[in-house]
């Protein structure tokens, strides 16, 4: 027996060319305009860093000041999810996939690394976050992932 299901690649290649993905990826540009100029325009200058995510999860908490005051499907919570997305793709080597779980229908917008095997759903991290309410769950993640990152380009592995 194989230890790797030969249906899981197709399923997985299928799933990041689904029509219904690509247009999520498209959204997502459109969402992080809107997000840094409407939403937390207050971002530093380096918006990709720890500092700007610890800005962004503490705009987040602001703004939803308890887990049950947030609508799910509220406009604003995904573009707090493509922010965090964004975020790990552009300062640690991320890469957006989508990983539709439990509905193969719907995208899940995930985050993945060369170098881990973590993978992060960023709308079940923006839930996190509100529900943990410290500010500083995000920067946990960026930090530990930062370490693993910084060993990885070490290792000789390039910065995109």
């Known amino acids: 027996m194989s230890a790797v299901d030969p249906s899981m690649s197709r399923r997985s290649l299928g799933d990041q ?4 993905w690509v247009d999520w990826l498209a959204y997502k ?3 992080l305009d809107r997000f840094v100029i409407h ?7 380096d918006r990709y860093s720890e500092t ?5 999860e503490q705009a987040l ?3 939803f000041t308890a887990l049950d005051t947030a ?25 957006w996939f989508n990983d539709p779980f439990p509905d193969p229908r719907l995208p899940r917008a995930t985050v993945r690394f060369l170098y881990t095997d973590v993978r ?3 709308r079940e991290q923006v839930v996190l976050a509100l529900h943990h ?10 930090r530990a992932l930062s370490g693993l990152c910084m060993s990885w380009w070490e290792s000789g592995h390039s910065r995109r």
Do not use: K, M, N, Q
């Open 17 to 20: 060319l689904a029509p219904v």
């Open 29 to 31: 540009t459109d969402a």
């Open 39 to 45: 939403d937390v325009p207050h971002l530093p200058p």
């Open 52 to 56: 700007g995510i610890r800005v962004a």
């Open 61 to 63: 908490l602001a703004r």
């Open 71 to 95: 609508d799910p499907d509220d406009p604003l919570l995904t573009r707090f999810g493509c922010y965090l997305g964004e975020t790990l793709t552009e300062a640690l080597d991320g890469y």
């Open 120 to 122: 992060l759903c960023v």
């Open 133 to 142: 309410r410290s500010g500083t769950y995000w920067s946990h993640i960026y």
